[in-house]
């Protein structure tokens, strides 16, 4: 009997990924501060470094309009995007959200084909556990993908910080197996499952996030070329 195909990369493309260097809890949340360098990021090698540079042309994104959301502060970047903290500014209501957008010095093409397909696996998605896609777009050259802004603490924080008994603990790992499961029954497979992509709200409720590598099952033959592509937390 054939079994659904992955439809993805090879796992040497993460490599490629707009999120490899982001924390999962930055993708669709203000928790962290803008200035808070994250993990896996290279550092400045001082003024006129490519680092440098870039930080110079984020800071000129401040303020810019793509689509109906006003940029306000950047509050993660990887090897090849950046998330934003973002405004609905075109009147009809009031919102905050989280805008994931391509660094404009990266090849468009194949890039543009990642977002796409991050949009497409998004777009299927409609569980209170995880980040809702808003809306996304092309604008000023510049493709983006709007998320929920989710104001939470990563998993692991949350449980130093509040010391869940165990039938909490349990309540967290049901909300999120119950998350995945909505996904697996709309044929997407996260693969990148670990506790700095989920966080835990106020009130306690668990978010799964970023899907920026996730795979759509789609084809009749099954691949077993795929492979987790977040190396082992340390």
């Known amino acids: 009997m054939a079994t659904p195909d992955l439809d993805l990369d090879p796992p040497a493309a993460d490599v490629d990924d707009p999120d490899a260097t982001l924390p999962g809890p930055l993708l669709a949340s203000g928790h962290r501060d803008a200035t808070t360098v994250p993990a896996g990021t290279a550092p400045s090698k001082g003024p006129g470094s490519g680092s440098d540079v870039g ?5 000129d994104l401040v303020g810019m309009r793509l689509g109906a959301w006003t940029l ?10 950046e998330v934003w903290l973002a405004d609905r500014s075109d009147g009809l ?16 093409e194949h890039m543009a084909a990642r977002f796409a397909r991050e949009r497409a696996v998004l777009a299927r998605l ?8 808003l809306d996304a777009g092309v604008d000023q050259g510049r493709a983006y993908i709007v998320l929920e802004h989710v104001q939470g603490l990563p998993l ?15 309540r967290l790992m049901i909300g999120v197996a119950e ?19 989920v966080l835990v709200l106020p009130d306690g409720a668990p978010k799964l996030l970023d899907f920026g590598v ?14 987790p592509t977040s190396p082992a937390d340390g």
């Open 93 to 108: 209501f009031e919102a905050h959200a989280a805008i994931k957008l391509l660094r404009h010095d990266q090849p468009a």
């Open 156 to 170: 692991i924080d949350h449980v130093r910080e509040t010391c869940p008994d165990l039938a909490s603990r349990v």
């Open 214 to 227: 996730a795979g759509l099952l789609e084809t009749t033959t099954w691949s077993t070329a795929s492979s």
């Open 72 to 81: 306000l502060r950047k509050i993660g970047q990887g090897g090849m995007g």
């Open 179 to 197: 998350a995945v499961d909505h996904a697996h029954g709309r044929l997407v497979v996260h693969r990148d499952l670990k506790p700095a992509n």
């Open 55 to 59: 930080a110079r042309v984020s800071q």
């Open 126 to 133: 409609d569980h209170p556990s995880i980040a809702r896609l």
